[in-house]
Every structure is written in C-alpha cells, then in structure tokens.
C-alpha cells in the first residue's frame, strides 16, 4: 500500500518554507530587533511609582505587561487599566476627562489615543476630534469653533503642554488680539479668572443685557463704569451680590442727613439727581387747598420731615383766634382752601363724633368708621377717603368683594394704591412672592417646564424667556423632551447627541448601517431592553451562541462579538 506523505513535506512546501527563512533572516540582517520592537519606549515619568515601574521604559524587555497574545481573550487596554487605577475611576464620573471621551467614543480604546514606541521624550497623547464633548468638562466650544476666518480651532490652540491642564493666560493672549482695549479695562475690573464667570457659552458675554437680566441702566447709570458697582468682582457669584438700592451706593450723598430717610428712590430718578418728585399723598396728608403750592420749609421750618405732626393746630396756633373755645381741631370748622372759609355750623359739642349723629345715614356695608375720613362737612358729595386718616391699613377688610375670580390673595396695596384702582403693578418682592407656581400654573401652555417660572422668566414680562438648563437644575432630558423625538428615534439621553443650545447640529455616531436587514433605524431591534451600550444579533438572526461556536470553530478566540468580524453587516465572503 502506498504511504501519503505530510503535505507541508511536499516539495513546493520546502521551497517556500526555505523562502521564507530567507526573506525573515535578511529583514533581521537589516533592521535588527525593530521587526519585533518598534521603537523605543517613553521614559517620562510623573514620579508615582506603580509595581515598581515609574515610567513606560521600565517596562521595555517585558512586551506582555502591555500586548496581549493574539488568541488571548484579554486586550491591551485591560493592561492598562490594570496600571491607571485613577483612570478607571474617571470612567465612572462622565465630567471627568476620561468619562467624556467614552460618553462620545463608546469604541475607543485607550491606543487610539495613547502611542508608543517613539522614543523615550515621545508624545503619548494624540490629538483628540473636534467632535469631543467639551461641555462636560465644564466649558463649551460652541462660541470657540474658529480662530479666524480660515482656520477653525484645534485643541493645542488652548491646551500648550497637556490636555490635562489648560492656563487661562491663553484666553487673555487670545482675546487681546480681537479687542486688546477692551480685554485691558475688563481685566482691570474683574481680574483674569476668566472661567470664574464664562463657561464658553457667552453665559456673561456678547448675548448679555444689563436692563433686561438684572438692573435697568437708565439715565446717569447708564454712563457708570461697572467697577463702581462691583468693585472688587472677580467671579460670577461677586457680580450677583451688587446692591441694587440706591441708598447703598447714594447715602453718602445724602444732604438730608437722614432726616428723609433710606430709600432715595421715592423722591429721586436715575434720570438726574437733582430733577425730584415727592408725592406727599404717600405721607397721608395731601397737600392740596392753601397748602398746595408751599415750599417744604414752611411746615418743616426746622427740617424735621418724618414724625411732623399733621394737625392743623400745630401750624395755625398762632392764627386760633377762638382761644381753644372750640377745641384743637380746626378742620372742624374750616378747610384748606382758605382760612376765612367756614362750612362748619354745628354745636362744638357735637364736632368730634360724627357716628352720633350720622350713623343711620349710612348705606349698606359702608365704612364704619367716622364720617370725616372721607366727607366734609360742608356736603355728602363729593367724599374722598382718606386712608391714612382713617388708619385703614387691612385692604382685605373692606375690597375682598371687589376681587375677580382668581386673584391674588395679598393685600390690595401690593399692587393697587389709594387713589384709584387702576393703573395697577404688581411688585414680587414687596408681596413676598417667590413661588411663582401658586399663581401662575393656570398660566403655562401644554407640556410646560414643571418648575419654577423663575427658571426662565422674570417678574417684567413672560417673554422674552431664558431657560438656563444649569440654574434649573435639569439634567433628565427625556423628562422634557420625549415628545420631540421623530419616530424611530434613539431613546437615551438627548444630551448624548444635542446640546443646551440648539437642537440642530447634533452628533451621533454609529458605524454599523443603520438599515442592515431592513432595520429602518429602530435601534430596539439590536439594543434590547434600552441598553444602547450592548447588542444582540440574535433578535433577528435565528442561531444560538452554541450553534454559531460550532460553525465557527476554525475561528481562533471566537466570541458573540458579531461585528467585529462582520463590521457592515455581511458576510466574510460577500
């Protein structure tokens, strides 16, 4: 019987096997031990030693502690990590740089972007893509896309010397070539934290407006520099913490030494300082009669303005020609349109208690204090109610009943005053009101913000609105925004691919065809039960992990890992 022989013994398999030796043994004469190593490791070191290694050349006759065997399970980034305890932790935390990058590059592994092999002062980090999500380190690229022109920004244009560290110095270098007078005041105001109050955004930038986010810079403030308010601000919080009321800034001016009180603004505008309007009406005496037109000096001849005493007796004792026989109150008897008039007839005896007399002139649910609160004794009509007078300081005892129907439950005097009800203006801060929701739910349109109006609006008007996603504290997207998606949409979090700022453009990333097998971009077909960071084949593909081993077993280190050997969805042989 004749023998088979090896078929690597045949005689084209010598020849090629000679062959071979020959082109391994002349590269080697060539090239040395660089067909096996390279280059090269790096030999910097931050000076923390791990296992008693302080630097990547430590480790250069030990190839395996970083690459692993070809049919080993195991990959070379699980070397690595096995190194670099602090990075696994800043996988975890997706501000962190690391938890970043695998939040926009799931499939990045750490030689993507850590080299070798390039000699011992070597880079170990290459640049990263633009498309990296730089909000999630605390600071946007949405106003940083273009240096000029004709080049946009790259990462070493802000990051010199490591992506680990960056020196504002380089946003002072930068800026003072687009506007170098300005950056020069700006800096000489608030310092060169730039970060402490800018976070890419233009949160405090170009889109800011004084009047309509914080404090209206009307007449002479609209030509004060910003360091005599916020002296001193070197942060976004020191700015917030400016006084808005003018006594903070104006009692040092106060010619008045007190004796008109704090709040400059009830007699004084930002207009001018000098142009002043004081309505006496708020004091509760008008001046209206012969005591309209005087100067301040006749009654207040020794400026004494608050606590004057508003009878008429104190001014006109020396004008009572009666000798007290008529008791002290002059308005009994006389007006103030002029001394000499007289409208008062009745006994002395009865003057001081109008009820004793009129009590049954009054109509249903009339005021129930004196009469001289609101008529004269000349005639019923016309009656002005004085409310000071009348000590009337509970608006709801009286008004509840001319309330309409939801509205608010405060006193009236928060928005109405004494002479008429309308015009009418509602002040938050003087009714105390900072729950916005108690009033205004009734207000938001379907599918609003559930939060506090405050969030987004301010107390001058709805619109325009602002919503400041950070100051709310809103970082579950689909909780707002499920019912923007289109159909077939990715159900994880917006954030992943939008930002804050615009819906459009968004970033999303996914090698594999999207329409593999008539899929139609339903991402649940492959990633069941919400979990976009695995997959599964077999939702569609009819086999088990069992049957597809067996059929792959001239496949070394086979794993369920289909598209790593079947990247767009086809077979090895198609």
């Not at 990547?56 to 990959?75: F, R, V």
């Not at 301010?458 to 997207?477: E, Y």
Request: with cysteine; aromatic share 8%; glycine share 8%.
């Amino acid at each position: 019987m004749k023998r088979r022989r090896l078929g690597c013994f045949t005689t084209g398999g010598v020849i090629a096997l000679f062959f071979a030796l020959v082109v391994v043994g002349a590269s080697f004469a060539f090239t040395g031990n660089k067909m096996f190593n390279p280059g090269a490791l790096n030999a910097q070191s931050t000076g923390i030693e791990v296992g008693g290694v302080q630097s990547h050349a430590d480790l250069s006759d030990d190839c395996a502690a970083c690459h692993t065997a070809p049919w080993a399970s195991e990959k070379m980034t699980n070397r690595c990590l096995d190194c670099h305890q602090d990075v696994i932790e800043q996988l975890k935390d997706i501000s962190s740089l690391h938890g970043a990058v695998m939040s926009g590059f799931a499939e990045i592994d750490c030689k993507d972007c850590h080299t070798e092999h390039h000699g011992p002062e070597g880079k170990l980090t290459v640049i990263l893509s633009r498309d990296f999500p730089h909000e999630l380190v605390g600071f946007s690229l949405t106003a940083h896309r273009q240096i000029d022109w004709e080049r946009e920004v790259v990462c070493q244009d802000c990051h010199h010397d490591s992506f680990r560290n960056f020196e504002q110095v380089v946003c002072q270098n930068c800026h003072e070539q687009v506007d170098a007078e300005f950056m020069s005041t700006h800096n000489d105001f608030f310092g060169f934290d730039c970060m402490a109050c800018h976070d890419g955004i233009e949160t405090l930038g170009k889109d800011f407006d004084h009047n309509k986010m914080v404090f209206p810079l009307e007449g002479k403030h609209a030509d004060v520099a910003c360091d005599q308010c916020h002296a001193g601000a070197v942060k976004l919080a020191d700015l917030k913490q400016a006084p808005t009321a003018c006594e903070n800034c104006h009692l040092k001016d106060d010619v008045h030494t007190g004796a008109m009180g704090t709040q400059c603004g009830t007699c004084h505008s930002p207009v001018d300082w000098h142009q002043t309007t004081f309505d006496h009406t708020t004091t509760g005496f008008r001046l209206v009669g012969g005591h309209k037109g005087l100067n301040c000096d006749n009654c207040h001849i020794d400026k004494t303005y608050q606590g004057a005493d508003p009878a008429c007796i104190a001014c006109h004792a020396a004008d009572e020609p009666h000798n007290g026989q008529f008791g002290i109150d002059c308005a009994a008897c006389h007006v103030v349109t002029t001394w000499q008039e007289i409208h008062f007839t009745h006994d002395a005896s009865f003057a001081q208690d109008c009820q004793s007399c009129h009590a049954v002139d009054k109509p249903a649910n009339h005021y129930s204090g004196q009469c001289s609160a609101c008529h004269s004794t000349n005639a019923w009509k016309p009656a002005s109610f004085d409310h000071a007078v009348a000590g009337a300081t509970d608006c709801q005892s009286c008004h509840n009943a001319d309330k309409p129907a939801n509205h608010y439950n405060g006193q009236c005097s928060a928005c109405h005053s004494t002479n008429a009800w309308k015009p009418a203006s509602f002040n938050h801060q003087v009714a105390g009101a900072t729950d916005c929701q108690s009033c205004h739910s009734g207000d938001k349109p379907a599918n609003h913000f559930n939060g506090q109006c405050s969030a987004c609006h301010s107390t001058n008007a709805w619109k325009p609105a602002s919503f400041n996603h950070q100051v709310a504290g809103a970082t579950d997207c689909i909780s707002c925004h499920s019912g923007n998606k289109p159909a077939n949409h990715f159900d994880g979090q917006c954030s992943q691919c939008h930002s804050t700022n615009a819906w459009k453009p968004a970033s999303f990333k996914h090698d594999f065809p999207l329409n593999h097998g008539g899929a139609n971009s339903q991402c649940t077909l492959c990633h069941t039960n919400n979990n976009y960071n695995a997959y599964t084949c077999y939702g569609c593909h009819e086999h088990t992990v069992a049957n597809m081993k067996e059929k792959h077993k001239e496949v070394n280190n086979f794993s369920d890992n289909c598209i790593k050997c079947h990247p767009t969805g086809r077979n090895a042989g198609d």
